[in-house]
């Protein structure tokens, strides 16, 4: 079992940056993958990043390439998503996401992870 905790979510005006933290609780393995995905009002849910634990590799929504960077410590079990010039667009609730094995195709679909977390709040005002 693992559990999943986000933090860092806020309000910031248009071209604002935030950092997300999600600490991993429980036996993540060393293969494991670690997204972050957005969900606002009456839209679906929709992959932000994703990064494989072991090599560090990662895949961004062509929406924020350039924009939002995920990281990792392994050491502290904790995954980031640095966001740099936020828009309006980019409000939404975010949401943590592991699964115990490198998804396939570094894949953004939310069917392809077992663990979610609560999510945290991002909202951007213009």
């Known amino acids: 079992q693992v559990d999943l905790v986000e933090s860092g979510g806020g309000s910031v005006q248009a071209g604002g940056s935030l950092r997300l933290s999600c600490v991993a609780h429980g036996n993540i393995a060393s293969r494991s993958s670690m997204a972050w995905f957005r969900q606002a009002p009456g839209k679906q849910r929709e992959g932000v990043a994703v990064?494989?634990?072991?090599?560090?590799?990662?895949n961004y929504d062509d929406s924020v390439k350039d924009r939002f960077t995920i990281s990792q410590d392994n050491a502290k079990n904790t995954v980031y998503l640095q966001m740099n010039n936020l828009k309006p667009e980019d409000t939404a609730m975010y949401y943590c996401?592991?699964?115990?094995?490198?998804?396939?195709?570094?894949?953004?679909?939310?069917?392809?992870?077992?663990?979610w977390g609560q999510g945290t709040q991002v909202t951007v005002s213009s």
């Open positions: 990064s494989y634990v072991s090599t560090g590799d990662t």
């Open positions: 996401a592991a699964e115990e094995h490198p998804v396939p195709w570094y894949s953004l679909d939310p069917r392809s992870y077992r663990y």
